[in-house]
């Protein structure tokens, strides 16, 4: 019998690392993609001799990349370079303090001693914790998919022995004692699309999976990954079809049984997976008399993730004194927050997310220059905020910042330069609301509270990436891959 077909809609992580599962396992898959290249969110822009990630520039899984050549028989080693970066992050504050840590945990130790000798203790005390939370939260329930509130019951003795009911800042605040290094604990869920002061603790988990596994960054950048599980899929049989938005999923039966392009185009499938906002998946795709459970009324009154301001830029000078990951936060932390994802109102001050990766990988930048991308948390579309008139203003605010405080010449020395708004992410990404990682991280959007992995409205439709459970982030999406490749063998066996 010929294999089952496969459509994947979008090539982001989650659709890549669906699309290689499913061809490993012999299904005939096809992946299209609505943009001129392959990666979603990873995305590259290349301009003027510099190469810039979009998305995702942290890899804290590297083994989960790994699990994807080494199922097809394949070596990572043979299709992209992946490097240890310490120190993981360098936080800067608003006191001129700074606070760096890596991999030596001692190392660690020693700076938090030094920082706020108090709170050593404290830490070592959060790190057990930390362990806890990972070995249920990550190692058990990251690949397990939760279909039925059944499956919700059974780990919810678990999940209140480990008091997930919490914030991550509560969860941190019950070990640390200064508020400085409270943030510095406290900030990963803003990596995944989430408030510290509203995500639900299990998320403390990503400090321990640092610990476990180190902060990893890819030789050529991000886009590296991409072309190797492109080139990947590509040698096991796969098709791509690139610029080829999807219109609408085809059903028959009460079952996927393919898709509309949007040239009009059918391709008939035994099954679909989408990596597509899952939101706009469900609004734009499949007609509303077909989505007892998922109506636009639902979709519409779950909570959304922030949104992003996203500056590109490259120097023709280098700054050696910036590390690879640095993190400025601020005077204010809870009140910059709520403005952000509750009030949903432009702050007059702002926190960054500065990348360099030319600090670990000069080629992603001609001889002599630097390459950089700077990362600010702003609300998403249901703000109201009019970003063809604010883009400007907001833009130049944050450069003369970095100009004056810790890029000194910046301005002068721009070599190239672009922006991507909250507007962008709602058209370019197809994004509803313009949110960066799809639905917020709390406890009530969590685990069966979040889109299945499975639809319950249409059979053998899927779902793949930050929309689903797990969550955003790298290894949220592999994991959900995972799911999706688990599911379609047992509900559709070759």
């Known amino acids: 019998m010929p294999a089952r077909k496969i459509i994947v809609i979008g090539s982001g992580f989650g659709g890549l690392g669906s699309a290689v599962r499913l061809q490993t396992k012999g299904y005939q898959v096809e992946l299209v993609e609505a943009r001129d290249k392959l990666g979603g969110r990873a995305y590259v822009y290349e301009q003027d001799g510099f190469k810039f990630d979009a998305g995702p520039t942290v890899i804290t899984a590297p083994f989960m990349i790994d699990d994807l050549f080494t199922g097809a028989g394949r070596k990572t080693a043979d299709y992209v370079r992946i490097v240890p ?26 700076r ?33 998919p939760f279909l039925k509130f059944g499956d919700m019951m059974k780990v919810a003795p678990d999940l209140i022995r480990l008091q997930s009911y ?30 510290p002061f509203q995500t639900t603790s299990i998320y403390a988990l990503i400090h321990h999976l640092e610990r476990e596994w180190g902060v990893h960054y890819a030789m050529g950048g991000t886009g590296a990954v991409v072309n190797g599980l492109g080139r990947l899929f590509h040698e096991l049989g ?73 500056i590109y830029f490259g120097t023709r000078k280098q700054y050696p004194n910036l590390a690879h990951h ?17 009030t949903k109102t432009l702050p007059e001050d702002f926190s960054v997310y500065l990348h360099r990766p030319s ?14 991308y700077v990362l600010i948390p702003v609300p998403n579309q249901q703000s109201g905020i009019d970003w063809k008139t604010q883009a400007k203003p907001f833009r130049d605010r944050v450069m003369k910042f970095l100009d004056e405080q810790y890029m000194p010449g910046l301005l002068e020395n721009l070599a190239t330069e ?4 909250p507007l962008d992410f709602e058209t370019t990404l197809r994004s509803y609301a313009g949110a960066a990682f799809s639905f917020e991280p709390i406890f009530r959007q969590s685990a069966w509270f979040r889109p299945h992995n499975e639809s319950e409205d249409i059979r053998h439709l899927y779902f ?13 999406v592999l994991s959900s891959a995972k799911i999706v490749e688990k599911l379609i063998c047992e509900r559709l066996p070759n």
Do not use: W
Not at 177 to 187: A, E, G, I, Q
Not at 289 to 297: A, H, I, K, P
């Open 85 to 110: 970066v310490d120190p993981f992050y360098r936080i800067e504050f608003h006191d001129g303090r700074s606070f760096s840590y890596g991999g030596d945990e001692r190392e660690t130790e020693r």
């Open 112 to 144: 938090v001693a030094e920082f706020s000798p108090q709170d050593v203790e404290g830490y070592r005390a959060m790190i057990r914790a930390t362990k806890a939370i990972f070995a249920k939260g990550f190692t058990e329930l990251s690949d397990r």
């Open 166 to 195: 919490k914030t991550v800042y509560q969860f941190v605040s019950g070990y640390i004692k200064d508020d400085l290094l409270r943030r510095v604990f406290s900030f990963h869920p803003l990596l995944v699309g989430g408030n």
């Open 238 to 310: 796969g098709e791509v079809r690139l610029n080829a938005p999807v219109k609408r999923i085809l059903t028959a039966d009460g079952a996927a049984s393919g898709v509309v392009l949007e040239s009009g185009e059918q391709i008939l499938a035994d099954a679909v997976v989408s990596n597509a906002d899952i939101a706009n998946t469900y609004r734009l795709m499949l007609p509303p008399g077909e989505r007892r459970r998922n109506s636009n009324r639902h979709l519409e009154k779950m909570r959304y993730s922030m949104s992003l301001f996203v």
């Open 326 to 342: 640095t993190i400025i936060l601020c005077e204010r932390y809870r009140g910059l927050l709520d403005e952000i994802f509750n």
């Open 359 to 372: 600090a670990t990988d000069p080629t992603m930048a001609p001889p002599g220059n630097d390459c950089f």
């Open 418 to 421: 672009r922006c991507f708004t």
């Open 464 to 476: 793949a990436g930050a929309g689903t459970h797990p969550g955003a982030g790298v290894p949220g």
